[in-house]
């Protein structure tokens, strides 16, 4: 009785098992929508970007145009150790080279850089940061110090100066008789008036939120770049007694800074660059950031007019229109072999201390002119169930095509394997059919002054459920079966199935229209013998009919009476008896 009871109540298991598993099945089971709706692109961000196969500029600031000309190379003269600045006077460039000290050489061939010489310090340490006053070269070094190097002999620099109490020493600036001097301490002010007895005049360290990085002096005050507050300021007006003005800016880590007029451009480790307006000394205000497609990637930064020059590293150097500081937009982007550290640009040639692979030489007069051609591509804007197909759209553009330019669109429903021209503002069917929508459009112009521009991109859209497999009875079957029965391969996530029966391959007005819920069909009321075409559509789970199958035709012939072989032969036998006598007869008489 005990072993009854227990195999009774694992069979109640095993069933109870299998409904919640059928529950759960049904569940989890998807529910394929057609969907009509419409996507809207005004660039003011890059979500949608397709950034290997886009070339066009300005996306992310508000509109798209055709992307300037990039820098040329020149020429390059490579590294012994890692290029970290470069400074430049006359026919020199003096570029620190971390641990092989500070590069002398002669650039007046810009294709070719040659060796002059070479200052390294007895101990072995990083050169950070040189700056360049008459004959005199000021070097910060990681841990040797602050050295002031005599160049009159640039084949045979010499040292006329160290003072190194064990700081990590970094950027120095040279104004009239002063060196200011930053180090992972705070600013040294040194009077550098008589070589031969240098003094500090002052010292303040920094501010306890952050390092110092960077350094700039304008007029009475010294702007810094410092780790975790972005800006620091500092009063030089007395340069025996220099004053803290304040941090400003974001919680950001500044490394480095460049002056142009009211304006400060911090590069800073985690945004960008931030624009701050100084026209107050005491309350520098942010008044735009540049960021662009690289984000934090900027090292440093040089202005020339309304051009700023951001070092990139490993993302090269980055060109970007500030004639309005507020909003900022990227002009190029050029890559370089090695690491951008830093940059000078002067008479329309880039000097970059371009890490691993040295100073490295580029043209940058043609940056202003645009290339002849730019794409900008879309990732998928809409990804629909593959159950589903989109059928068509409509991409619509507001844009500037001046003479001598122009912009082509094309749009592609499967996910830009077939890519089909379209007219904007007028309704597109697919050809290649697919369920991921994209857009791309090829902007291009015949005069190198001028672009054509698009504001925003608007796409309505519509995806139906796929195609219907069809699969009995075959098509051009001849039967006399008046009540057929229509067969068809499963849609996953629908509700029901719509099959149609007509005359003509219009189907204007079928003589069977019904809604079922299987993948089968047997006709109710017999079919009169004539020629049919049938077709099948899922309907999703909102009600919408999607794409129909292929029609199929049907032949329907009328039923032929049976033979009776037995009669016919009885018949035939007596007609022939009949006719044999009535022969017969007649000879006889």
Same mark, same amino acid.
């Given at each position: ?52 196969? /886009?070339?066009? /500029? ?20 490579? /590294? ?496 022939? /008896? ?12």
């Amino acid at each position: 009785m005990g072993f009854i009871m227990r195999k009774k109540t694992i069979i109640n298991f095993m069933i109870l098992s299998s409904l919640l598993i059928v529950v759960i099945s049904l569940s989890f089971s998807s529910n394929v929508t057609a969907v009509t709706d419409s996507f809207t692109e005004n660039f003011s961000s890059t979500s949608y970007r397709d950034f290997v196969n /886009s070339d066009v /500029s300005d996306w992310g600031s508000g509109e798209i145009r055709i992307s300037n000309q990039e820098p040329s190379e020149l020429g390059n003269y490579p /590294s012994s150790d890692e290029s970290l600045d470069v400074a430049i006077d006359g026919d020199l460039a003096y570029v620190p080279d971390r641990t092989n000290g500070v590069m002398i050489l002669n650039i007046s061939n810009s294709l070719s850089p040659s060796f002059v010489g070479n200052y390294t310090p007895t101990v072995t340490s990083k050169a950070e940061d040189v700056c360049i006053s008459g004959d005199y070269a000021y070097i910060g070094y990681s841990w040797a110090g602050f050295h002031i190097i005599d160049i009159s002999d640039p084949e045979n620099p010499t040292n006329v100066y160290t003072y190194n109490p064990g700081d990590a020493w970094g950027d120095v600036e040279v104004i009239g008789n002063y060196a200011y001097v930053i180090s992972n301490l705070g600013l040294y002010v040194f009077d550098v008036t008589n070589l031969g007895s240098v003094s500090v005049d002052d010292f303040i360290g920094y501010p306890p939120t952050g390092l110092p990085n960077g350094l700039k002096i304008q007029g009475n005050y010294a702007y810094i770049a410092s780790g975790n507050v972005n800006l620091w300021v500092v009063d030089i007006t007395d340069t025996t007694n220099i004053l803290d003005v304040g941090t400003f800016g974001p919680s950001e880590y500044g490394r480095n800074l460049f002056i142009s007029g009211d304006f400060v451009y911090v590069a800073s480790a985690t945004n960008g660059v931030n624009i701050y307006n100084i026209s107050n000394p005491l309350s520098p205000i942010v008044i735009g950031d540049y960021s662009g497609i690289f984000g934090d990637q900027i090292y440093n930064t040089y202005i020339v007019d309304d051009t700023l020059y951001c070092s990139g590293g490993t993302n090269g150097l980055i060109v970007v229109d500030v004639s309005d500081p507020t909003t900022p937009s990227q002009y190029t982007v050029a890559d370089t072999a090695g690491e951008t550290k830093a940059i000078v640009v002067i008479g329309g040639l880039a000097y970059i201390a371009d890490g691993p692979n040295g100073l490295q030489i580029l043209d940058v007069s043609t940056i202003y002119q645009y290339n002849t051609e730019s794409t900008a591509q879309s990732y998928a804007v809409f990804t629909g169930e593959q159950e589903t197909l989109l059928r068509n759209a409509t991409l619509t553009a507001t844009d500037t095509i001046v003479v001598n330019t122009a912009i082509d669109y094309y749009l592609s429903a499967d996910n830009g394997v077939n890519w089909e021209s379209i007219t904007s503002g007028v309704l597109h069917t697919f050809i290649n059919q697919g369920y991921q929508l994209k857009w791309k459009a090829v902007l291009s112009t015949t005069n190198i002054d001028i672009t054509p521009y698009i504001d925003t991109i608007s796409i309505d859209y519509i995806s139906k459920l796929n195609a219907v497999s069809l699969l009995n009875p075959y098509n051009g079957i001849v039967t006399i079966d008046d009540t057929p029965t229509f067969e068809w391969a499963e849609l996953t996530g629908i509700s029901d199935y719509l099959i149609q029966i007509d005359e003509t391959d219009d189907f204007l007005a079928p003589v069977i229209n019904e809604t079922v819920a299987d993948t089968t069909y047997t006709v109710s009321s017999a079919l009169a013998p004539k020629t049919y075409y049938w077709r099948v559509s899922g309907i999703d789970n909102g009600g919408d009919t999607g794409i129909f199958s292929e029609a199929r035709i049907l032949v329907i012939q009328a039923l032929v009476p049976e033979f009776n072989f037995i009669s016919f032969s009885v018949f035939t036998l007596i007609t022939l /008896s009949i006719v044999f006598v009535v022969v017969l007869k007649r000879k006889r008489s």
